[in-house]
């Protein structure tokens, strides 16, 4: 059993995708700082392609996206997106080869697919692709079937379904709306299609969500043979998502209740083979997740717990991030504004973050922290969190070994939280953080 210490979890804290975290972004970082890392970049990178448009807007989203309702603004921005893969595989020059390539959003599937054909060509003619590893980000409610043999002849092998709950009620509750039949209609299309990593998005802390809903969604999963699962807790922040205003508040769980939602999740998962990954990420022993996690390759980037072993990752698309070693830069979010920069040939770079051999450090102490669960810290950075680490180490949710820090079983839940203890950024933590469990 997890220990439950509700004052060790009082403060919300990042999901720590990067450090600093994009809260700390800034438009002191802009285009000039893009153009000059991918002139320089070698080597192999990570894309991540972003596709800003979903079909319908779910509630508790919060996610850079807007409806698909207008093929105008669909075709402009894909217009655009287009634009930008040409000049930035300019700027690369052959110099970089790219071994994977993503998609997310808002929903990939919210263009057709001949259009993601299309994207998929300009990928091909003007970066140097070296068969790479194509993955994506899924509505099951809006996949049509001809996605089928378009991911099937591209030879995408990696895919995530927003699933959530299998509980009508709940659905209902968050504003996705999604029969049994259609996860299972989704699912058997991309088995078909060749795709050999199927993640289902699951939460819990939902409005009116019992353990025994949570138990139904679970065994539902297991069943249907989801080779990764992400279980999140679901984040009620209205006053920076007004979408979720929609969602009744008086109904949600309370700290007690999703936490003991959590342990369920963890223990019912791993009984039933699953390997842990983190707390709420988990992946089936033969996945490449769970073959990473037993080799010790487990990273974070912005697309949370990966196996990609590229030093950098290239953003494409409105609000998109790219991370270089000493740079993280954000493409403009608003998807007009990322129109309008593209229409005159200016990287659409708007925010970011310069990152000193400090953020580096401890970036780096971090991620080894949240991914392997122990880290060597350097004698200075263990000293400035010594006292503040002492309630977790008391209480035996963090272990100190002369220099290792490690998180026990017990302690997986607190370790957004121990990590956090390195970030010397956090600001104003209780708006724009979500809690960590």
């Not at 808002?106 to 263009?111: H, L, R, V, Y």
């Amino acid at each position: 059993m997890w220990p439950y210490h509700p004052d060790l979890l009082a403060t919300p804290v990042p999901r720590y995708t990067s450090f600093p975290t994009a809260a700390e972004f800034s438009n002191a970082v802009g285009a000039d700082d893009a153009n000059r890392a991918l002139r320089s970049v070698s080597g192999d990178a990570s894309l991540y392609v972003h596709i800003p448009f979903c079909e319908q807007i779910c509630w508790y989203c919060g996610c850079n996206t807007g409806a698909a309702n207008k093929a105008q603004r669909l075709h402009a921005y894909l217009d655009a997106l287009h634009r930008e893969i040409a000049i930035t595989g300019a700027r690369l020059d052959g110099r970089t080869t790219i071994k994977r390539i993503a998609f997310g959003g808002g929903s990939p599937n919210a263009i057709a697919p001949t259009d993601f054909v299309r994207l998929v060509d300009a990928l091909t003619l003007h970066l140097s692709l070296d068969q790479p590893v194509w993955s994506i980000e899924l509505d099951p409610r809006t996949l049509a079937a001809e996605w089928g043999p378009v991911l099937g002849g591209i030879g995408v092998s990696h895919a995530s379904m927003g699933v959530q709950t299998f509980e009508p009620a709940l659905q209902a509750a968050i504003g996705r709306v999604q029969p049994d039949s259609l996860i299972v209609t989704a699912t058997d299309l991309l088995r078909k299609a060749g795709v050999s990593s199927l993640n289902y998005d699951l939460m819990y802390g939902l409005p009116g969500q019992t353990m025994d809903h949570l138990e139904a969604t679970l065994a539902r999963t297991i069943e249907l043979g989801a080779d990764r699962i992400a279980l999140f807790g679901y984040a009620h922040v209205p006053h920076m998502l007004p979408r979720q205003r929609r969602i009744d508040a008086s109904a949600l769980p309370g700290q007690e209740a999703r936490f003991a939602m959590a342990q369920y999740g963890y223990d019912r998962l791993t009984a039933a083979g699953y390997v842990a990954i983190g707390f709420d990420h988990f992946a089936l022993p033969g996945d490449p997740m769970a073959i990473a996690a037993r080799e010790k390759r487990v990273r974070r980037n912005f697309q949370g717990f990966t196996d990609d072993q590229a030093p950098s990752l290239i953003g494409l698309g409105a609000s998109s991030i790219s991370c270089f070693d000493d740079l993280l830069v954000q493409n403009e979010k608003n998807a007009g504004r990322y129109r309008m920069l593209l229409s005159q040939d200016l990287l659409p770079a708007q925010h970011g973050v310069h990152r000193d051999a400090d953020d580096r450090l401890r970036g780096a102490v971090i991620s080894e922290l949240l991914c392997q669960g122990e880290v060597a810290v350097p004698p200075a950075l263990l000293a400035e969190v010594a006292g503040r680490i002492t309630p977790f180490v008391e209480r035996g949710v963090a272990v100190l070994d002369g220099s290792t820090l490690r998180i026990p079983p017990a302690g997986l839940p607190y370790a957004r939280t121990v990590a956090a203890l390195f970030d010397p950024y956090r600001q104003d933590s209780l708006r724009r953080f979500s809690s960590a469990v």
